[in-house]
C-alpha cells in the first residue's frame, strides 16, 4: 500500500473510559496515522481521536514503539478532512518539514 503520509504536529483528544487523553499527530494519510502520547495502549487497541471540528475518527493500533503509535483508521478519510488537519498544524518557521508529504510503500 503506498500513500502520502503529511507531516504534522497536531494535538488531538483520545477520549478514554478512564478520562480523555490527549496525543500529538506526528503524520497523518487518509488510512491512518503516527501519534505520540502517554497513554498506554497495545497492539490491536482500538481508539478513538477527536479532530477539531470533526466527529470522532475510529482507529486500530497496528504498532507501537515507546511513546508512538501507528494507527489505521477503519475507514478512510475524506481528502479534504486530512487537508483540514493539515491546515490546522502549526506552522514550524525553524525549517521543520511539518506539512510537507513522505511517500511511503
Given at each position: 500500500r503506498q500513500e502520502y503520509r503529511w507531516q504534522v504536529d497536531l494535538l488531538v483528544a483520545?477520549?478514554?473510559?478512564?478520562?480523555?487523553?490527549?496525543?500529538l499527530v506526528r503524520n497523518?494519510?487518509?488510512?491512518?496515522?503516527?501519534?505520540e502520547t502517554d497513554a498506554d495502549m497495545a497492539v490491536g487497541d482500538l481508539l478513538s481521536v477527536e479532530l477539531d471540528g470533526e466527529p470522532r475518527i475510529e482507529a486500530r493500533v497496528v504498532w507501537r514503539q515507546e511513546q508512538?503509535?501507528?494507527?489505521?483508521?477503519?475507514?478512510?478519510?475524506?481528502t479534504a478532512v486530512v487537508s483540514a488537519a493539515i491546515l490546522q498544524a502549526p506552522l514550524d518557521t525553524a525549517g521543520?518539514?511539518?506539512?510537507?508529504?513522505?511517500?511511503?510503500e
Open positions: 483520545l477520549p478514554r473510559d478512564s478520562g480523555q487523553r490527549h496525543a497523518l494519510s487518509e488510512g491512518g496515522m503516527m501519534l508512538s503509535y501507528g494507527c489505521q483508521f477503519r475507514e478512510r478519510l475524506p521543520d518539514t511539518a506539512g510537507e508529504p513522505r511517500f511511503e
